[in-house]
């Protein structure tokens, strides 16, 4: 049983479409909040923290309606298909009222931003889920992590592309001292991201057919099922079963709170404590997502050797010293420097370490019939604590931003004690030797 590497990094384009929005989003809507509209940290927060408000209704909600689906392109698609265009329209209208309000401040500008910010963040919502159930959808459970470390790797390259653009329109000797800066060509350029990635999607993938062909493979193999027949027909999780997925997900919730805090401040807390504008910050950000675009494969290969929960404890260590690491060498040092390029580098392959393996752990304890919900489940618990943490950090950075890594450092740690307690979704591949590790990753 081998990986189809071409067809994973096809249907990993739409998980490269919303990592680009969303490494935009979380870049530059703090600047527009406290620049344009000047509201301070906590009000920015709050704003920041609406997309996980409504991500925990949503993602769940259309997650399931996703496994209700039935149409001639599939259950996943009619949602991607929806969610991109519509997002792509309402976030070019973003920089339009930033610009506007700029020019002339009104309250009625500053409603329309909050408004179409809101809609947006709802037509997101509609297919997130549904697209990162595609991957399970068409792998078959022992290949997730492997097919998981490539969705993964696509969605880097979409916050890659975004971080380039970002650093080559907007370095700090451009931005620097302006009044304002006007970000509706950095808008244009991720919308045509976003939609060559979803156009691709749709005309190389044929998900029905995909999602078929997986499905008799796995009934062929009822051992991977983890859910039993409760005596009345119906599919249950064992109790022992139910415990793992109740502290994966805690832990999924722990090392969002500390990774999301950094992600949502971290360009803001550049410039406090630095000095950096959005190019040095951009920088820094990308440095980390080079570090896990080169570590993913690795990862997923690491994982197949020693297993998922030891894969996601290391990384959880290496991130929680990473960010300490970052801590001391912000106070330290009054400009972005090699050490701190190396510190990111890491940072990145740490969070490669706990990503590509932790979804798949909870996809892994479910039905196939359930995906979307499962993975709905895994989003409510990431999107729980990000609705919590820029909104406390946001608070925090008010009192000090030297409060920033101590944070997340804390809440990473804590997310290595509730690993210890999951006892399912950990699935070996038999180790290989020498190139024969690599087998697995062809046509």
């Known amino acids: 049983m081998k990986l189809n590497n071409k067809r994973t990094i096809l249907v990993g384009l739409a998980f490269l479409s919303i990592s680009a929005f969303w490494q935009m989003y979380d870049s530059i809507i703090p600047l527009i909040l406290t620049n344009t509209f000047h509201l301070n940290e906590t009000f920015s927060g709050a704003i920041m923290a609406a997309d996980n408000i409504l991500a925990l209704f949503l993602l769940p909600l259309f997650g399931s309606i996703s496994d209700r689906t039935n149409t001639r392109i599939g259950k996943r698609m009619p949602f991607i298909l929806f969610g991109t265009g519509c997002a792509i329209v309402l976030v070019n209208i973003l920089p339009i009222l930033d610009n506007g309000y700029a020019a002339a401040a009104s309250p009625f500008k500053t409603a329309s931003f909050i408004i179409v910010l809101g809609l947006l963040l709802i037509a997101m919502g509609t297919y997130r889920s549904p697209a990162v159930a595609l991957m399970p959808d068409v792998t078959p459970k022992p290949l997730r992590s492997k097919a998981n470390a490539i969705i993964n790797l696509m969605g880097a390259v979409g916050g890659v592309l975004y971080l380039i653009v970002a650093a080559v329109m907007y370095p700090t000797s451009k931005v620097q001292g302006l009044d304002h800066v006007d970000y509706q060509p950095l808008f244009i350029v991720v919308s045509a991201i976003m939609f060559l990635a979803i156009s691709v999607l749709f005309l190389t993938t044929k998900e029905p057919e995909l999602v078929k062909e997986n499905r008799a493979l796995e009934e062929k193999h009822p051992e991977w099922d983890l859910a039993r027949d409760d005596g009345t027909g119906n599919e249950v999780l064992p109790a022992p079963v139910k415990r793992s997925l109740g502290f994966l997900l805690a832990s999924i ?191």
């Open 253 to 443: 919730a722990l090392w969002f709170t500390g990774y999301n805090a950094v992600t949502t401040w971290f360009t803001t807390y550049i410039g406090q404590v630095m000095g950096e504008g959005l190019g040095g910050a951009s920088t820094c950000l990308m440095v980390a997502t080079v570090g896990a675009i080169v570590s993913y494969i690795p990862i997923g290969s690491l994982a197949a050797r020693v297993g998922r929960k030891k894969t996601i404890q290391f990384g959880i260590t290496l991130l929680a010293c990473c960010f300490l690491l970052g801590y001391i060498l912000t106070i330290t040092f009054t400009s972005v420097n090699l050490i701190m390029y190396v510190v990111f580098a890491l940072v990145g392959l740490a969070w490669a370490a706990i990503n590509v393996n932790s979804l798949p752990m909870v996809v892994e304890m479910c039905k196939g019939s359930d995906i979307g919900k499962f993975t709905g489940y895994y989003y409510t618990a990431s999107m729980a604590a990000q609705v919590v943490t820029p909104i406390v950090a946001g608070s925090l950075l008010r009192v000090s931003y030297h409060t920033l890594f101590p944070y997340a450092t804390f809440f990473v740690a804590c997310s290595f004690v509730t690993m210890l307690f999951v006892r399912h979704g950990d699935v070996k591949a038999e180790a290989k030797r020498g190139l024969e590790a690599f087998e697995d990753m062809d046509d």
